[in-house]
């Protein structure tokens, strides 16, 4: 189980989270909605450990977010971040073994990913020969590659046609561990997340359960 | 970390640029090893300036220019009668520009022979001291100071491209930074040993055809160096004294550079960051040959050059240089561990917390 408890994280312009509460259960898909500048990445990054907690604390199951290893992470940033001149396939064996994924499945799992995704055709092609959309996905490979207790998506569909949208989406209800997903695509709420934590002005708007019946 | 480090190489290795890098490396190698026979054949068709002396000046209805001779009125080749004709030169006449100005001499009336005396005065001197390993410690100190400037514009561009915040949720800050510096020096390394090849692959071309003793004849007129007085394990162990002093100075570098807010303030910083390096040579040398070297050699930072100097000078490694380069790597260790949380707020731009007290 994830937990926020009372985390508050403040920059000089005022923005930030403010006391946000919130806990999510192992296995579940979490939406975090909210308008621009309304703390959804500044969640992420403490998650992340890429900003430090003010104040309150981040929890997962019962043990401090920091005493966990990196590895536990999987993100795909907002924006893209890829190295363009390099191939696909050593990316993904970089990050893969970064992620401490073993040298003898490294290989497997990248096939597997790439073949989930139509995209081994560009395991030895640059990157900037793929398209926005295959960029993405990219990266997104890149973040279940070690299969991540906690996965978190920042804006995930952007640019993505309505097949690997489709794609993504599977992954996301049939993969293991606690999934963060920002979203602007309201619509695809109700069909990707059991719970959706609204946010405003850095603070916890309200919180809905998600039925799936 | 070495993952990282491998894929940092062969991306930048292992692609068009850096080959096509490589070729016109090695073709300028080439024409390097070959200048002595590019020279004399740019100089093929070129006359040879010779002039008439005050004693031979009268004959010189007889010196008409040829293919390879022109006569005029200064000139490194003189011909002068003294008792009889002579040819004075400082460098060695060719067979052909000889053959020219005998059969000139010969039409004056009263001809005999002449001998040429070759007037050479000038030779070089060796340097053969410690100054020689000194020669060694500046370049590999500037080299491998120049290529911090790319391992720390490549962290600036990862900080501000976001890459380094997307290596930061796999790795430690210091690991990053780490694996940045020691990939430039392995590039330095890769570079340099391929330049290493390409010499010796031209050397074992020239060996065969035209004989490589030309060349080295040739070399010898520039080399100032003896060789034959280096101190090998001098040599290394004041290099290794002497990364550990590099790493720390690239290492505040990123530290200071990381700090900026874009691409265009890492810029401006980098002219004053990078007179770092050049101002720790300068104090350096200026008291490398003075007592305060006894003084100054523990000082972390001015170690970096300090402790190799004083090695050469002393020249024998004594228990007591182990212990100061043991001091040097402590002062590195801490260095590290009190900066990992300045460097990854640096890298980050994790902002003060401003929460209402």
């Known amino acids: 189980m994830l937990t926020f408890k009372n985390v508050t994280r403040l920059y000089a312009s005022n923005k930030g989270l403010r006391n ?11 939406g975090i909605l909210g308008n621009n500048g309304c703390g959804k990445t500044t969640t992420f990054k403490l998650l992340l450990q890429l900003e430090d907690v003010d104040e309150g604390v981040i929890l997962y199951n019962n043990r401090p977010i920091n005493a966990m290893n990196l590895n536990a992470f999987g993100y795909v940033p907002e924006e893209k971040r890829l190295y363009q001149d390099c191939i696909v396939n050593d990316l993904l064996t970089l990050v893969g073994t970064l992620k401490g994924v073993g040298k003898k499945d490294i290989n497997k799992k990248i096939n597997e990913c790439l073949q989930d995704f139509d ?22 490979i890149m973040a279940i590659l070690h299969n991540p207790k906690i996965l978190i998506l920042d804006e995930p569909f ?33 069909c990707i997340c059991d719970k959706v934590i609204y946010l405003k002005d850095g603070c916890v708007e309200s919180i809905e359960e998600v039925s799936h019946d | 970390m070495i993952n990282m480090i491998f ?31 590019i020279l004399e054949n740019i100089t093929l068709f070129q006359r040879v300036q ?69 007037d050479i005065s000038y030779y070089h001197s060796k340097i053969k001291d410690p100054y020689l390993e000194l020669i060694v410690y500046t370049m590999v100190y500037f080299i491998l100071m120049s290529k911090s400037i790319g391992s720390v514009q490549e962290i600036i561009e990862d900080k501000h ?32 040993i391929c330049m290493f090849v390409f ?25 100032v160096l003896d060789g034959s007085y280096f101190r090998l394990p001098i040599l290394l162990v004041g290099i290794v004294s002497m990364l550990i002093g590099i790493f720390m100075i690239q290492y505040v570098i990123v530290l200071f550079m990381s700090k900026s807010k874009s691409i265009e303030e890492a810029n401006h910083m980098m002219i004053w960051i990078h007179s770092l390096p050049i101002l720790i040579y300068y104090v350096a040398m200026s008291i490398f040959d003075t007592n305060v070297i006894n003084y100054c050699k523990y000082i972390p930072f001015l170690q970096t050059l300090l402790l190799p100097m004083s090695l050469s000078l002393d020249g024998e490694i004594s228990l007591i240089y182990y212990g100061y380069m043991l001091l040097e790597g402590i002062f590195l260790y801490f260095l590290l561990y009190f900066s990992k949380n300045s460097m990854r707020k640096s890298i980050l731009d994790i902002e003060k917390s401003y929460v209402p007290i």
Request: proline content about 2%.
């Open chain 2, 199 to 223: 010499i010796c692959i031209w050397a074992l071309i020239r060996y065969g055809y035209p004989f490589t003793h030309q060349l080295y004849d040739w070399i010898q007129n520039f080399i």
């Open chain 1, 158 to 190: 952007n640019g993505l046609d309505k097949n690997k949208l489709q794609q993504v989406i599977h992954l996301i209800r049939n993969r293991k561990g606690i999934t963060l997903i920002s979203l602007h695509q309201y619509e695809l709420v109700n």
């Open chain 1, 20 to 30: 946000c509460t919130w806990e999510v259960e192992n296995n579940k898909v979490v």
């Open chain 2, 50 to 118: 010779v002039s008439l002396d005050e004693s031979t000046i009268m004959y010189q209805e007889y010196f008409k220019d040829t293919v390879n001779v022109e006569y005029v009125d200064k000139a490194n080749i003189r011909i002068v009668f003294e008792d009889d004709w002579k040819i004075y030169s400082d460098e060695v006449i060719s067979e052909e520009v000889m053959f020219d100005i005998q059969n000139s001499i010969s039409k004056v009336p009263g001809f005999t022979y002449p001998e040429p005396l070759y």
């Open chain 2, 7 to 37: 894929f940092g190489l062969k991306r930048k290795l292992w692609n068009k640029k850096y080959v096509l890098k490589l070729i016109i490396i090695f073709m300028v190698l080439g024409g390097i090893l070959y200048v002595d026979r």
């Open chain 1, 119 to 140: 995209l081994h055709d560009f395991k030895y092609r640059k990157v900037y020969e793929l398209s926005k959309g295959n960029q993405q996905i990219l990266q997104i």
């Open chain 2, 161 to 192: 491209s976001g890459m380094a915040s997307y290596y930061l949720t796999c790795i430690s800050s210091n690991q990053y930074v780490v694996c940045k510096i020691v990939e430039g020096w392995i590039q330095i390394f890769i570079e340099y």
